[in-house]
């Protein structure tokens, strides 16, 4: 046969595909669904490179085996398109987001049909279109309507030499990205969702998704940040005025041992005092030093703890009526609890660290149950002491009494605190789905109305920052003022624009009906494809763009959008493909694969086989190119093996058996995501065949069903030379005969009075007396019954042999 040619071959077939609209799919066929999605990329204006598609590459395993099993396959793609990368293009170059974005779009749509992917392109999303964008913009009127929408002024990061705020991505080290000045904090008026009224459904919801991994919900329900304690009120005093400070903690028991409070530097009992302090110079440059610190930088463990006393004013412990000191430090956040709280430092690492500083007392009220003795800080549970009532109690009996007692004398109550805040929702750029509200001053804020969505970007050639703090929109004043939808005056709309983040909180419920433009989505095709089976993505999104994502599920539920309570059913996280010099891939660092290269140098399918064969599919690994010889290898090994296929041939049972069992593992492992051992067993049958002088059409036709998933390309030619007229993705998954996929050999497991000695290798079924009897002949065996006696032996066939001595 002539040689592979896989340029020739991987055209042929996504020509023929796409004539065929093989991957063109059907809503509520008479078959089982399977919808397999992928986290939508943002199509930047570098494109792909290598590490993005092995996401892709598994969800297009896992769709063509699912087909090939019968199943009614949607496997969608489109695009997260607005961002704020090309809001800085624009402003960097004058080219319209739209245009480059279009451009980019071109791009990544063309890198990804290259790789031959299952994706119904009838089906394909943008977040930028009008469209699309007039259903999130509709999602939000509903929260508006429901009192989920509220206005705040919050804090955003302004560049004072850009005169534009910035994204925590846009800033190095505290400082503008794009010209280096100092970035300052700056309160601006901002649209804001109330996601904290789902905190509690978000965090018990997690139970309901056990196909999804331990570590994704873990790192939700941190993000979530449930904490039960108290509310402790604080009397701060001074010689001109005495008010009040709230302190939210989780260890009400140890209040006895609060030496002295911190204050977040933001705090405004800070402000307030102020004038009052003696040392007022010291604490304002001290917040002057830290107000362009991350909230990830001031709250880091490993530095070192830094502070400044507010000296002129005290707190009274309601506990001891100690009167204790209080300081401002970074450590402290505004955002989190009361942005106050009680240090214990014999009872908390942080507070020992700052206290051993700074010189603060060291109180122990809670000792370890078993008397050990305590060195340094003891932050776990114990006996309270030193603490007049409580004292002898556990510390979830002092808690709860603590708690009682703050309640009943007024000085505080029993309080459930969130880490998880309302969401900002307010971005001040141009680049973003306007929000559809308008500002009336007869009327007030009032929604624009329904039949008027979507309401568009003004198109524009080019834009500058406002210089306020606002929006570009804001100096676009033909689309500004306009008339209010209620009494029909003079009003302006609203210029923030909505987060990158809006786009990609409901997404996937728009392929299931994308040319609806009655509804979001049709009410029996949501219910025929709900929920998602499968969701592919990076663990970066584990916590915001899944946090949002549930949220907005669950609010579309409330108003009868969709009928399932949870979007996403089984959950993955792919790992990174890191450069060959153990980086992550950048244009920084020179270290970039593009997919194109690989695939027109080795072939798109042998770029696959390799992509799903480096390694667990949840863990980062380095590329390395000798591995993809090394596919491509594989791959022209299956094609020589066409030479030896003969009709009414019968290969011999060993070869046949071992075919059953990559039968079973391949199917095993792509339901598992285990690619690589998948990968690894058709190596292993693909030498086998090779040994053999004939092999069976019928034997061959089955393991190009099974490399088909991974090599599809490959797969239909072969399939196609070997005489079959339709798409092998149109055959049936093949059946595995389990007496021949059975094996003749298995490992047990023998213990001695329960605990495991040794292991053997028997034949599967051996008869009981058998397995003992070849146990208690094993070296490591007779050394432990030596001078002992057998009291009794369980076999577990196939499994365990138990030895009970005495």
């Given at each position: 046969?002539?040689?592979y ?16 609209q093989?991957?063109?799919v059907?809503n509520?066929?008479n078959?089982?669904?399977f919808y397999?999605?992928?986290m939508f ?5 570098t ?13 297009d395993v ?5 087909m090939m099993q019968?199943?009614?396959v949607l ?7 607005f961002?704020?990368?090309a809001?800085?293009?624009?402003l960097?170059t004058?080219?319209?987001p739209a245009?480059?974005?279009a ?15 299952t ?5 394909e999303?943008n977040t930028?279109d009008p469209a699309y964008y007039k259903?999130?913009q509709?999602a ?7 009192g989920?929408?509220y206005?705040?002024n919050e804090p955003?990061n302004?560049?004072?030499t850009?005169k534009?705020g910035l994204?925590?991505?846009?800033l190095?080290?505290?400082l503008c ?16 969702i109330?996601m904290t009224?789902?905190?509690e459904?978000?965090?018990?919801d997690?139970?309901?998704l056990p196909d999804?991994?331990d ?6 329900r941190?993000?979530?940040?449930k904490?039960e ?11 001109n005025?005495?008010?009040e400070v709230?302190?939210?903690t989780t ?5 006895f041992?609060?030496t002295?409070l911190?204050?977040?530097p933001?705090?405004?009992l800070?402000?307030?005092y ?12 001290y917040?002057e030093k830290?107000?362009n610190?991350?909230?990830l930088?001031?709250?880091?463990l490993?530095?070192d703890?830094?502070?400044?006393e507010l000296k002129?004013i005290?707190?009274?412990n ?7 000191p209080i300081?401002?430090a ?8 009361t942005?106050?709280?009680?240090a ?23 000792l ?7 060195e340094?800080c ?9 603490s007049?009532f409580?004292d ?5 009996e002092?808690?709860?009494e ?5 309640e009943?004398?007024?000085l505080?109550e ?9 969401w900002?929702f307010s ?9 559809p509200?308008v500002h009336?001053e007869k ?9 008027d969505l979507?309401l568009?970007l ?5 834009y500058e920052p406002?210089g ?15 008339k209010?939808?209620k ?6 709309r609203?210029?923030?624009?909505m987060?990158q983040?809006a786009g ?5 419920l ?11 989505v049709?009410?029996?095709?949501e ?11 990076g663990?970066?999104h584990?916590t915001r763009h899944?946090?949002y994502a549930r ?8 108003i009868?959008?969709v009928?399932?309570v949870?979007p996403?059913k ?7 493909v890191?450069?060959e ?9 020179n270290n970039?694969?593009?997919?194109d ?16 064969f480096m390694?667990?599919f949840?863990?980062a690994?380095?590329?390395?190119t000798?591995?993809?010889?090394g596919a ?5 090994k299956?094609?020589n093996l ?5 009709e009414?041939?019968?290969?011999n049972r060993e ?9 079973k593992k ?10 690589n051992?998948a990968?690894s ?6 030498n086998?065949l090779t ?6 059409v ?16 490959f797969?239909?030619?072969m399939?196609e ?7 092998i993705?149109l055959?049936?998954w093949p059946?595995?005969?389990?007496e021949l996929?059975?094996?003749?050999n298995?490992k ?5 009075n ?7 290798e028997v034949?599967?079924d ?7 009897e070849?146990?208690?002949d094993?070296d490591?065996i007779r050394?432990?019954?030596a001078?002992?006696?057998i ?5 577990v ?5 138990n030895?009970?001595i005495k």
């Amino acid at each position: 046969m002539s040689d592979y040619n896989h340029e020739k071959i991987e055209k042929k077939w996504q020509v023929n595909w796409q004539k065929n609209q093989l991957y063109t799919v059907k809503n509520g066929e008479n078959k089982p669904k399977f919808y397999c999605l992928d986290m939508f990329p943002y199509p930047s204006g570098t494109g792909l490179h290598v590490g993005h598609p092995k996401g892709y590459i598994a969800t297009d395993v896992v769709s063509r085996l699912k087909m090939m099993q019968g199943y009614n396959v949607l496997h969608p793609m489109g695009w997260d398109a607005f961002g704020l990368p090309a809001e800085n293009y624009a402003l960097k170059t004058g080219i319209q987001p739209a245009i480059s974005t279009a451009r980019n779009i071109v791009t990544y749509k063309r890198q990804l049909e290259v790789l031959g992917f299952t994706y119904d392109w009838n089906r394909e999303i943008n977040t930028t279109d009008p469209a699309y964008y007039k259903w999130t913009q509709w999602a939000f009127i509903q929260m508006f309507k429901r009192g989920l929408v509220y206005e705040s002024n919050e804090p955003i990061n302004w560049c004072p030499t850009c005169k534009t705020g910035l994204a925590n991505e846009d800033l190095e080290n505290g400082l503008c990205e794009r010209c280096g000045t100092p970035v300052e904090k700056k309160p601006l008026r901002q649209w804001v969702i109330k996601m904290t009224d789902y905190a509690e459904r978000l965090l018990a919801d997690l139970d309901k998704l056990p196909d999804w991994e331990d570590s994704i919900k873990d790192m939700q329900r941190n993000w979530l940040g449930k904490s039960e304690g108290a509310l402790v009120k604080f009397i701060v005093l001074n010689n001109n005025k005495q008010t009040e400070v709230q302190v939210f903690t989780t260890r009400p028991d140890t209040l006895f041992g609060a030496t002295y409070l911190v204050l977040a530097p933001e705090h405004n009992l800070v402000s307030e005092y102020l004038p009052l302090l003696e040392n007022k110079k010291e604490v304002e440059a001290y917040i002057e030093k830290i107000k362009n610190k991350s909230d990830l930088e001031r709250t880091d463990l490993n530095k070192d703890k830094t502070g400044v006393e507010l000296k002129g004013i005290k707190a009274l412990n309601p506990a001891t009526n100690e009167e204790l000191p209080i300081f401002i430090a970074d450590y402290v956040l505004a955002g989190y609890g009361t942005g106050a709280i009680m240090a214990v430092p014999a009872h908390d690492e942080r507070d020992w660290e700052f206290a051993k500083k700074f010189d603060l007392p060291i109180k122990c009220v809670v000792l370890p149950k078993d008397d050990s003795v305590v060195e340094k800080c003891f932050s776990d549970y114990g006996q309270a002491v030193n603490s007049g009532f409580l004292d002898g109690l556990s510390t979830a009996e002092a808690k709860a009494e603590m708690i009682k007692w703050l309640e009943k004398y007024n000085l505080g109550e029993r309080k459930i605190n969130w880490r998880l805040k309302d969401w900002v929702f307010s971005r001040q750029r141009y680049w973003g789905e306007p929000i559809p509200l308008v500002h009336c001053e007869k009327c007030g804020v009032v929604p624009v109305a329904e039949k008027d969505l979507p309401l568009r970007l003004p198109e524009v050639d080019k834009y500058e920052p406002s210089g306020t703090g606002e929006s570009p929109l804001a100096t676009i004043h033909d689309w500004v003022n306009t008339k209010c939808p209620k009494c029909g005056g003079q009003a302006k709309r609203e210029t923030n624009t909505m987060p990158q983040w809006a786009g990609s909180s409901w997404y996937w419920l728009r392929y299931m009906d994308v040319d609806n433009n009655e509804a979001l989505v049709d009410k029996k095709i949501e219910k025929y494809w709900s929920p998602v089976d499968l969701y592919v993505g990076g663990a970066e999104h584990a916590t915001r763009h899944l946090i949002y994502a549930r949220f907005w599920h669950k609010f579309l539920f409330d108003i009868g959008v969709v009928s399932e309570v949870e979007p996403f059913k089984k959950l993955r996280h792919v790992g990174l493909v890191l450069a060959e010099d153990g980086r992550k891939m950048s244009k920084r660092w020179n270290n970039v694969v593009n997919p194109d290269d690989v695939a027109h140098d080795f072939g798109a399918d042998a770029l696959r086989i390799y992509e799903m064969f480096m390694g667990p599919f949840d863990q980062a690994v380095a590329w390395n190119t000798n591995g993809l010889v090394g596919a491509r290898k594989f791959l022209n090994k299956i094609w020589n093996l066409f030479d030896k296929l003969q009709e009414n041939y019968e290969t011999n049972r060993e070869s046949v058996a071992l075919l059953h069992k990559t039968i079973k593992k391949v199917t095993a492992d792509i339901d598992d995501f285990k690619f690589n051992t998948a990968i690894s067993a058709l190596m292993i049958l693909v030498n086998k065949l090779t040994e053999e002088e004939k092999i069976a059409v019928n034997d061959f036709a089955i393991l190009l069903q099974l490399i088909a998933p991974f090599a599809p390309h490959f797969a239909e030619e072969m399939w196609e030379k070997i005489g079959y007229e339709s798409s092998i993705f149109l055959s049936a998954w093949p059946e595995v005969d389990d007496e021949l996929a059975r094996d003749e050999n298995i490992k047990i497991a023998i213990q001695i009075n329960g605990k495991l000695r040794d292991e053997m290798e028997v034949n599967i079924d051996l008869p009981n007396n058998l397995v003992e009897e070849l146990a208690c002949d094993r070296d490591k065996i007779r050394v432990w019954l030596a001078g002992k006696e057998i009291v009794k032996v369980i076999v577990v066939p196939n499994r365990i042999i138990n030895i009970v001595i005495k």
